[in-house]
């Protein structure tokens, strides 16, 4: 009989699995690694040395991770659906593809890419709307062998050249344009504004969705239905070694730039396979709902690859959970029969603050497991969507990881391990978090708050941060020599669980989404009346953190000019970065409280922020503490 997948069923195998995983790791995910397909196994499991920050997994192993996701279950899963896409208007047409049907978009993607130039190694950007397309481009840079790198489709042309230019992109994917809610808007256009200081692109293939005309460059843009007219349907996976770049994925830091995070073929594709199957306990018949953006790392791993990986069924939806109404999800989720529904806290908080009867209308009976992803979940809404969305009998996994890590480290596996309201819970096997004290001692025991840590490798590591590897060394790897540092603060409980405090960088984590405060001040920087600003989060009902930014302009202004320059300054920033950043409050000043070495104490910033100034700390180390009196009293 050949391998099977297993999947971890009781307390007892969890404990059993996380006892080898730390005895001996590269045995154990070896047997997991044993049942996917490869065209040539692996000379060694591991290869490691976390100072340097350089891992290997799966080393020699030759594969395609789309013969794994696709060819690999034509035999058993050909008519099964794959993936199940819901529009942005409910009234319009849904489509679906089932495994078989999936495959072949899949190879005629590819032979368009490859058709256009497209080789192994090629970077291809996708900036693209939620819809079907999407998800199929970028299996289809997988079965090439091209690195890809989506970006979110709510980006500005700014960021996306900035992305396309460290990426040294050939060719950019991405549509006529896209509908959020109400609302259209013309990603081409967005795209071709991108592409007036990006000499690497040297193709363009545009999806058509919303039928609108757009400026086809000549010599440069097709149109992807036209290119699909005469290709094959069929394309063999190109093979690729267990350490080729699988794809790049964009995340802010707390330096100003951000970073493009490298995962690769091999342990990607085991780690996102182990832990979507464990954490969420897919059964053959289940309809599994992601509700994240394949522009973030969420969707890549947890609404394409892990699904796919493990035969399941995924839910892609176009849409917001407020349009036509709030109680959107719902209706989705009553529609498919979606039993597994992953989402984020801020959307349950937002969904929260509208009537009762927008879920309390919908049966829900399908449901069986629910996630939380992006930031932590508090407890109001922990209850709130356990109760209401899960009636009671849906056990809630709060799962912790990052960008970085490819998959999920910390969380219950969901009816196994214990899941409690604002504890992601117990590593998964194979992850060793440690809590470090500022000076990079482990402490021990439970009841304990550290800085959170990773002491051995898994298979999802991050490789490196794209053509810069010392970046990728100083910022994770550098902290705690012989760590990974995960930028994270947490507390162990009494029971061992792990509760995930928040970043203890210069990161903020607005709506589940990270952002550096250097890199907002960059952009707010640009703008003509700025000379310099300061940005920090505070706590907001909805998002989980908003942004503040205190700024200093170069003249005087008055109350009514003030609307104007605030304005000006989002604008700004919408066009830097993208209306995800814009900042929630703005606070014009005439000086920040700096120290004598003319560092900012963001600390007295950040409790001025929250409102709280009744204890604002020692401020005697100011260079002018008088900057503080009035930033209180200037506060909003
Ligand atoms: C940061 C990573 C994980 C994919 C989506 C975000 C925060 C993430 C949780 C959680 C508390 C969480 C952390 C982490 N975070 N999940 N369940 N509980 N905090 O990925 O953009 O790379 O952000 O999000 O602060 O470091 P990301």
Known sequence: MPAQHARIQSIEEYEEAYRRSTENPEQFWADIAEPFSWRRKWDTILESDMVEGHNKWFKGAKLNITENCLDRHLATRGNKLALIWEPNDPKTRQIRYTYRELHQEVCKFANVLQNNGVEKGDRVCIYMPMIPQLAIAVLACA????????????????AISDRVNDAQASVVLTSDGLNRGDKQIPVKRVVDDALHHCPSVRRVIVTEHLGWPVNMVEGRDVWLHEELEEVEKT???????????????????????????????????????????NVFQVNENDVYWCTADI???????????????SGATTLMF???????????????????????????????????ATPLDNVLSYSLDSLRVLGSVGEPINEEAWHWYYTHVGKERCPVVDTWWQTETGGIMISALAGITPS????????????????????GKEIEGNDEEGYLAIKYPWPGIIRTTYGDHERCRQTYFAPYPGYYFTGDGARRDEEGLYRIIGRVDDVINVSG??????????????????????????????????????????EKISKEEAI??????????????????????????TGLPKTRSGKIMRRILRKVAEGDTSNLGDTTTLLDPNVVDEIIEGKK
């Open 235 to 277: 394309s063999p996976a190109e093979e690729m070694d267990a350490e080729d770049l699988l794809f790049i994925l964009y995340t802010s830091g707390s330096t100003g730039k951000p970073k493009g995070v490298v995962h690769t073929q091999a342990g990607y594709m085991v780690w996102a396979d182990y832990t979507f199957r």
């Open 564 to 589: 104007y320059v605030e304005a000006s300054i989002i604008e700004t920033v919408v066009a830097e970065i993208g209306k995800i950043a814009r900042p929630d409050k703005i606070q014009l000043v």
């Open 318 to 352: 176009e849409g917001i959970p407020t349009y036509p109404s709030a109680g959107r999800f719902w209706e989705v989720i009553d529609k498919h029969s979606v039993s597994v529904f992953y989402t984020a806290p801020t959307a349950i908080r937002s969904l929260m």
């Open 513 to 554: 989404h990270r952002f550096g405060t250097a890199e907002i001040e960059n952009a707010i920087n640009q703008n003509s009346h700025v000379v310099e600003s300061a940005v920090v989060g505070y706590p907001h009902d909805v998002k989980g953190q908003g942004i503040y930014a205190y700024v200093i302009c170069r």
């Open 295 to 309: 522009g973030w790392v969420t969707g890549h791993t947890y609404l394409l690859y892990g699904p796919l990986l």
């Open 420 to 439: 409690k309201p604002a504890r992601a819970g117990l590593p998964l096997p194979g992850v060793q978090p440690v809590l470090l004290s500022q000076e």
């Open 143 to 158: 079965r090439v062998g091209a690195v890809h790198s989506v970006i979110f489709a709510g980006f500005s042309a700014n």
